[in-house]
């Protein structure tokens, strides 16, 4: 099987950078997307195809893909951006689309 | 700007089939593809499986022998069945539209609202 490793939490204070890791084998083979999920809501896409932003999506949010891990970086970290991260990506096989275990990231 | 609304029974009893419902606004469902993701309580998101026009699906592994993913064109809607349910489907169930790039890059850039689903007797 194929899996998608990432902490479980990170916090960061208002206005600094906040980094989530996503680990895997063969990630630079494939594209990593990245999702912002709010408290009681659905999720929304904030990166995709490594380090594009969707229309919408503030400048802060960048991603990036190297070696066996991708990275979301949050720069200049806002109260609003608190919530679960989850990266998502795909095995060499196309068998397997897998999201990574969520990281619950705080802003205080 | 597209709109998604997924729709189907609250509440399931064990070994029965799950049939879910996504309703498409302002979109034509024959030029995208389409896919179902699950949360169950407190947990991590889990990938269904995607429906591409034609007929064509790819599953979930783990749930491939139970599920299907269909299109309505008529209705303008997909849906979802998952057969033999157990608590472990109890979720919240998302519908998306898919985009990216044949043949694995797919993600889903617009999702539905999420319906919550019950799985007991």
């Known amino acids: 099987s194929f899996e998608l490793t990432q902490p479980p939490s990170v916090s960061v204070s208002p206005g600094q950078t906040a980094r989530i890791t996503c680990s895997g084998d063969?990630?630079?083979?494939?594209?990593v997307h990245w999702y912002h999920q709010k408290s009681g809501q659905a999720p929304a896409l904030v990166i995709y195809e490594d380090n594009k932003r969707p229309s919408g999506i503030p400048q802060r949010f960048s991603g990036s893909n190297s070696g066996t891990t991708a990275t979301l970086t949050i720069s200049g970290a806002q109260v609003e951006d608190e919530g679960d991260y989850y990266c998502y990506s795909t095995d060499t096989t196309g068998n397997y689309r897998v999201f990574g275990g969520g990281t619950t990231v705080t802003v205080l | 700007q597209v709109q998604l609304r997924e729709s189907g029974p609250g509440l399931v009893e064990p070994s029965e089939t799950l049939s879910l419902t996504c309703s498409v606004s302002?979109?034509?469902?024959?030029?995208?593809?389409w896919g179902w993701i699950r949360q169950a309580p407190g947990k991590g998101l889990e990938w269904i499986g995607n429906l591409y026009y034609a007929g064509s699906t790819s599953y979930n592994p783990s749930l491939r022998s139970r599920v299907t993913i269909s299109v309505d064109p008529s209705q303008l809607a997909f849906s979802l069945r998952l057969k033999s349910v157990t608590a472990a489907d109890t979720g919240t169930y998302y519908c998306g539209r898919l985009r990216g790039s044949a043949p694995f890059n797919f993600y889903m850039d617009v999702w539905g609202i999420g319906t919550t689903v019950n799985v007991f007797s």
């Open positions: 063969a990630l630079p083979k494939k594209y």
């Open positions: 302002y979109a034509a469902i024959t030029s995208y593809y």
